[in-house]
């Protein structure tokens, strides 16, 4: 199980550029005559813009506006050239302009909403935009990629995907959408789906660096460790100095010399092949292996055996002995075990001493324990904190992953794998994948306060407010030792961002009701009270806490200032 430290922390910001980010939207193409100054104008701001010479784009395309050649369509171009220089506002009113001269104009409308998520942000803003480009243009496969990825960095990944599907079939020969949808599919772990698209992405454009590195993660989850030495090869030529790069590759060389066999490969295998435990007609037998040479025992009257492997490593042959005496011909002789094809059967005989027949002697290869991944994850997880290791934090991940594979309906691990997700510093992808991880651990034990705590800061970064709520305040329900100013007061910042102050003020109440003791509640309430113009309650909720014995000093301290603050506040309304 190998984790996705290969996109993580590699190139991950450039390869978002491809997937999440920068998609440069469509010019208009010249005529290859252009009779007018006007035409060649137009030509060579065009040019100018593919060139990325922003400044002499947006003065050539004000020279066509004042002109009055193609007047909606300068205006949309100058906006995207004003956008890439940082000019929103600029770039904003010149798509209305272009939208206000032409409301057909499916092209402003697509571009407008590259603008809104990229630069923007707004990505609740830009679906609608892209959304009538499409309603202009059905077949405009611009305006469902950019529609896409609006949606893919909304979580909405089976939207994402459908916009994604519907460009590849308008334009098969665009790479973009193959990678976008690829992401997706390696988020969802449905690698074949992954690699086809990645696949597709490459073949269309192989001097792209981007897809490699989630290509290399996608053929390592399959393990072709292989490949994913190639891929990454691919990019260390470009970037030689890269250090993650290298050391990834060296993990991955690492990985493909431990692969284990499988059952075919034991056909020709090593004598380990005849190691471990076997279930047989005289009960468990042990075998251990030190070179060609085995030793072993069984249950049956405290039976031990030896003997040594076949060069070709497919027949055991040796000595067994047998209680009190382990002596030929009635306590010990010779036995012979043939190994089957698939590596899990032996087949043999035992003798009295050296000739005499015995009987049959079968056995079945016991399955080995499960490792307990999760003891192991937790342990590494441990071991990476005191050390500050990039390297030992990965394998804590890989190791959890496996632990998650191994049995998903642990919700510890699951919660141990989304916490190790928010170590990975600054990463869009390792954030997604830790919400993912954590929303597995929450449904799976609703009562695992602290993956609602780490949940709801992930939501919050992303101003996820009324998500985030929702988990703060259950996990201060199920856990009153959470009642605590850090908490919150984040969680008031929060109603108030959020425009929910009145459902803040019910949440404090109640939970000061069941727990009048809880200052830190009852300190928010107070807040969010006079939040709501409810000012003479506030005071007197804030009057307790100064009064009570039991409440924190810094909770009493911030009451006070308060009080002060508001009878400020109201001598200067009198």
Same mark, same amino acid.
């Given at each position: 199980?190998?984790?996705?430290?290969?996109?993580?922390?590699?190139?991950?910001?450039?390869?978002?550029?491809?997937?999440?980010?920068?998609?440069?939207?469509?010019?208009?193409?010249?005529?290859?005559?252009?009779?007018?100054?006007?035409?060649?104008?137009?030509?060579?701001?065009?040019?100018?813009?593919?060139?990325?010479?922003?400044?002499?784009?947006?003065?050539?395309?004000?020279?066509?506006?004042?002109?009055?050649?193609?007047? &909606?369509?300068?205006?949309? +171009?100058? =906006? $995207?050239? /004003? @956008?890439?220089?940082?000019?929103?506002? #600029? !770039?904003? %009113? *010149?798509?209305?302009?272009?939208?206000?001269?032409?409301?057909?104009?499916?092209?402003?409308?697509?571009?407008?909403?590259?603008?809104?998520?990229?630069?923007?942000?707004?990505?609740?803003?830009?679906?609608?935009?892209?959304?009538?480009?499409?309603?202009?243009?059905?077949?405009?496969?611009?305006?469902?990629?950019?529609?896409?990825?609006?949606?893919?960095?909304?979580?909405?990944?089976?939207?994402?995907?459908?916009?994604?599907?519907?460009?590849?079939?308008?334009?098969?020969?665009?790479?973009?959408?193959?990678?976008?949808?690829?992401?997706?599919?390696?988020?969802?772990?449905?690698?074949?789906?992954?690699?086809?698209?990645?696949?597709?992405?490459?073949?269309?454009?192989?001097?792209? &660096?981007?897809?490699?590195? +989630?290509? =290399? $993660?996608? /053929? @390592?989850?399959?393990?072709?460790?292989? #490949? !994913?030495? %190639? *891929?990454?090869?691919?990019?260390?030529?470009?970037?030689?100095?890269?250090?993650?790069?290298?050391?990834?590759?060296?993990?991955?060389?690492?990985?493909?010399?431990?692969?284990?066999?499988?059952?075919?490969?034991?056909?020709?295998?090593?004598?380990?092949?005849?190691?471990?435990?076997?279930?047989?007609?005289?009960?468990?037998?042990?075998?251990?292996?030190?070179?060609?040479?085995?030793?072993?025992?069984?249950?049956?009257?405290?039976?031990?055996?030896?003997?040594?492997?076949?060069?070709?490593?497919?027949?055991?042959?040796?000595?067994?002995?047998?209680?009190?005496?382990?002596?030929?011909?009635?306590?010990?002789?010779?036995?012979?075990?043939?190994?089957?094809?698939?590596?899990?059967?032996?087949?043999?005989?035992?003798?009295?001493?050296?000739?005499?027949?015995?009987?049959?002697?079968?056995?079945?290869?016991?399955?080995?324990?499960?490792?307990?991944?999760?003891?192991?994850?937790?342990?590494?997880?441990?071991?990476?904190?005191?050390?500050?290791?990039?390297?030992?934090?990965?394998?804590?991940?890989?190791?959890?992953?496996?632990?998650?594979?191994?049995?998903?309906?642990?919700?510890?691990?699951?919660?141990?794998?989304?916490?190790?997700?928010?170590?990975?510093?600054?990463?869009?992808?390792?954030?997604?994948?830790?919400?993912?991880?954590?929303?597995?651990?929450?449904?799976?034990?609703?009562?695992?306060?602290?993956?609602?705590?780490?949940?709801?800061?992930?939501?919050?970064?992303?101003?996820?407010?009324?998500?985030?709520?929702?988990?703060?305040?259950?996990?201060?329900?199920?856990?009153?030792?959470?009642?605590?100013?850090?908490?919150?007061?984040?969680?008031?910042?929060?109603?108030?961002?959020?425009?929910?102050?009145?459902?803040?003020?019910?949440?404090?109440?109640?939970?000061?009701?069941?727990?009048?003791?809880?200052?830190?509640?009852?300190?928010?309430?107070?807040?969010?009270?006079?939040?709501?113009?409810?000012?003479?309650?506030?005071?007197?909720?804030?009057?307790?806490?100064?009064?009570?014995?039991?409440?924190?000093?810094?909770?009493?301290?911030?009451?006070?200032?308060?009080?002060?603050?508001?009878?400020?506040?109201?001598?200067?309304?009198?």
């Amino acid at each position: 199980m190998t984790s996705l430290k290969i996109l993580l922390p590699c190139l991950c910001t450039s390869m978002f550029l491809v997937f999440f980010g920068y998609v440069p939207p469509p010019l208009l193409a010249s005529g290859a005559n252009r009779a007018t100054d006007d035409e060649q104008l137009y030509e060579q701001a065009n040019t100018a813009f593919s060139q990325k010479k922003f400044t002499e784009a947006v003065s050539m395309f004000s020279r066509l506006i004042d002109a009055g050649y193609k007047v &909606d369509d300068s205006y949309r +171009l100058r =906006a $995207t050239a /004003r @956008a890439e220089l940082g000019d929103l506002s #600029g !770039a904003g %009113a *010149d798509y209305q302009k272009a939208i206000d001269i032409n409301p057909g104009n499916f092209r402003a409308w697509s571009n407008r909403c590259w603008m809104k998520r990229v630069k923007l942000k707004d990505l609740t803003g830009a679906i609608p935009d892209c959304d009538q480009a499409i309603k202009l243009s059905p077949e405009n496969h611009f305006a469902y990629t950019c529609r896409g990825q609006a949606r893919h960095d909304l979580k909405d990944y089976d939207g994402a995907v459908a916009d994604y599907s519907t460009a590849i079939r308008i334009d098969p020969n665009k790479p973009s959408p193959y990678v976008n949808r690829g992401s997706i599919n390696t988020l969802k772990k449905r690698w074949p789906e992954a690699l086809t698209d990645l696949d597709i992405a490459i073949e269309l454009d192989p001097g792209n &660096d981007f897809p490699y590195p +989630l290509r =290399a $993660t996608v /053929r @390592a989850k399959m393990d072709d460790y292989a #490949g !994913a030495i %190639a *891929d990454l090869e691919h990019v260390q030529a470009n970037k030689p100095n890269d250090v993650k790069i290298a050391a990834e590759i060296n993990r991955l060389q690492t990985l493909q010399a431990q692969k284990p066999k499988s059952a075919a490969d034991r056909k020709n295998s090593s004598p380990e092949a005849f190691a471990g435990k076997w279930n047989s007609n005289f009960g468990m037998l042990e075998l251990k292996i030190q070179g060609h040479k085995v030793t072993g025992t069984y249950p049956h009257k405290q039976g031990r055996v030896e003997g040594v492997i076949s060069s070709d490593g497919r027949t055991l042959e040796g000595t067994w002995g047998q209680a009190p005496g382990y002596k030929p011909p009635k306590e010990s002789g010779r036995y012979v075990f043939h190994l089957s094809p698939d590596g899990n059967r032996l087949e043999g005989q035992w003798f009295y001493g050296q000739t005499s027949q015995g009987g049959d002697w079968n056995a079945v290869r016991l399955p080995a324990p499960k490792p307990d991944y999760l003891v192991k994850a937790m342990a590494l997880a441990e071991e990476a904190e005191n050390k500050k290791s990039g390297d030992l934090l990965f394998k804590a991940l890989e190791t959890a992953e496996s632990a998650t594979a191994s049995d998903p309906g642990q919700p510890a691990a699951w919660y141990l794998m989304g916490y190790l997700y928010t170590r990975i510093q600054q990463d869009h992808l390792a954030g997604v994948l830790a919400e993912e991880a954590l929303k597995k651990a929450v449904k799976l034990d609703p009562k695992l306060t602290k993956a609602r705590l780490l949940l709801a800061d992930l939501q919050l970064e992303r101003d996820s407010y009324d998500l985030a709520l929702t988990n703060l305040e259950e996990a201060l329900r199920q856990d009153s030792a959470l009642i605590q100013p850090e908490i919150t007061a984040g969680m008031c910042r929060a109603y108030i961002a959020d425009l929910q102050v009145k459902r803040g003020e019910k949440f404090f109440r109640e939970l000061t009701a069941a727990h009048p003791d809880a200052d830190s509640a009852r300190l928010a309430g107070a807040i969010l009270l006079n939040e709501t113009e409810a000012q003479p309650e506030a005071v007197a909720e804030l009057h307790k806490i100064v009064n009570q014995s039991t409440a924190k000093a810094e909770n009493r301290d911030y009451a006070r200032t308060l009080l002060d603050a508001w009878a400020g506040d109201n001598v200067s309304k009198h």
